[in-house]
């Protein structure tokens, strides 16, 4: 008999059960980023991926939960970290990769729209960064680097806005999700063997 499709998701190694859901949560970002260039918006929007946060805590939580139940019962803290902390660091380089492509071949519609939202944007704070010391300085600054739409200055920045924040929600599931051991003597236990198919 085959077995369900909601099983692929499940996987005895914990490297494997990392990668199969860092590929699910990159495949929702490109499609965020698809709706996000069809509305005319900017996909380069530093904002975005504090917006698109709650998703990727999300993926990350249900991999903690279904490899506990389907595989490791006795998971505790460390490695229920290892998994997540390996999912976030999968999932925030593949995005970095892509989106540094994007401007790469992305076309100038999309580089233009990457200049006029942000210019609006700082236009918006113009009079609050003045009154800071060298304000005017940092506002011409932040003017010239949003007209240079750089690949890899692009990808730096959200390799550290996608995996510091899924580090932080990978760190928060494995602390609630780690097996109970308030003696602190019982060793991490192997995973069991995956469940037989009926």
Do not use: C
Request: cysteine-free; glycine content about 8%; hydrophobic content about 55%.
């Amino acid at each position: 008999m085959a077995r369900p499709w909601w099983r692929w998701l499940s996987s005895p190694s914990l490297g494997i059960h990392a990668a199969r859901y860092a590929g699910l949560l990159v495949t929702l970002n490109v499609v965020a980023w698809a709706v996000v260039a069809v509305a005319g918006d900017n996909v380069f929007d530093r904002r975005l991926p504090i917006l698109l946060f709650p998703l990727g805590g999300f993926v990350i939580w249900v991999a903690l939960v279904l490899y506990r139940r389907r595989r490791d019962t006795e998971m505790g803290f460390g490695r229920g970290l290892k998994l997540g902390a390996l999912l976030a660091a999968l999932s925030a380089g593949a995005l970095a990769l892509l989106l540094g492509l994007v401007v790469l071949i992305g076309g100038q519609t999309l580089r233009q729209r990457h200049v006029t939202s942000t210019l609006a944007m700082l236009e918006a704070q113009r009079t609050r960064l003045e009154t800071l010391p060298d304000g005017r300085a940092v506002y011409a600054a932040q003017v010239a680097a949003a007209r240079e739409l750089n690949a890899g200055a692009v990808a730096v920045d959200e390799a550290i806005r996608r995996f510091l924040p899924a580090v932080l929600a990978a760190l928060l599931g494995a602390i609630l999700l780690r097996k109970a051991n308030p003696e602190g003597t019982e060793p991490e236990r192997a995973p069991r063997p995956p469940k037989e198919v009926e």
